[in-house]
């Protein structure tokens, strides 16, 4: 895991200059607006790796790396209640985790599903491995590798928030990508 918090740090590095050489420049585009952009969809084939924008003439990062470079960051999908099923919006996003563990071959992550208080241990156990096991086929589908994935499910033994609200139960109704 050292190994790739090392790798992820320089990668960040060399994301962090490539944006001060973009800043730099002395044209009139600006990236202000393109991370607002992440809702539409696109269908360039980008893993999402940084380092691929290094051999760029411009030293710029385009609207997909950009896209995928946040769509990184969000690591936790939340589901609605007594629904295995991921939202729909979601899905975009989970595609460029699936390209990005398909393009990255020694990564592992771990999907830990979630459920929120309502209902019987066994049933909420039950339930968070079908909500993780939905995103485990919806990566594999997408080109990653089973045996970057593993899956585990703590039902409603780690809730992200406590209380009995309809605000509650959503927050914990949830898959986490946590990496390996």
Known sequence: MGKQLNQF?????????????????????????????????SSSSSSGSASSSAGSSSGQLTQDQIRAQAALRETVFYFDFDVAEFQPADRETLTYHARDLAANPSKRVRLEGHADERGTREYNLA???????????????????????EVVSYGEERPAQSGQTENAYSRNRRVEIVAR
């Open 127 to 149: 339930l968070g491995e079908r909500r993780a096991n939905g995103i485990l086929n919806y990566f594999i589908v997408n080109g990653a590798s089973r045996s970057q994935i």
């Open 9 to 41: 740090f320089k990668v960040s590095l060399l994301v962090v200059s490539l944006f001060a050489l973009g800043a730099c420049s002395s044209t009139s585009e600006t990236d202000d607006g393109s991370a607002d952009s992440s809702g539409q969809s």
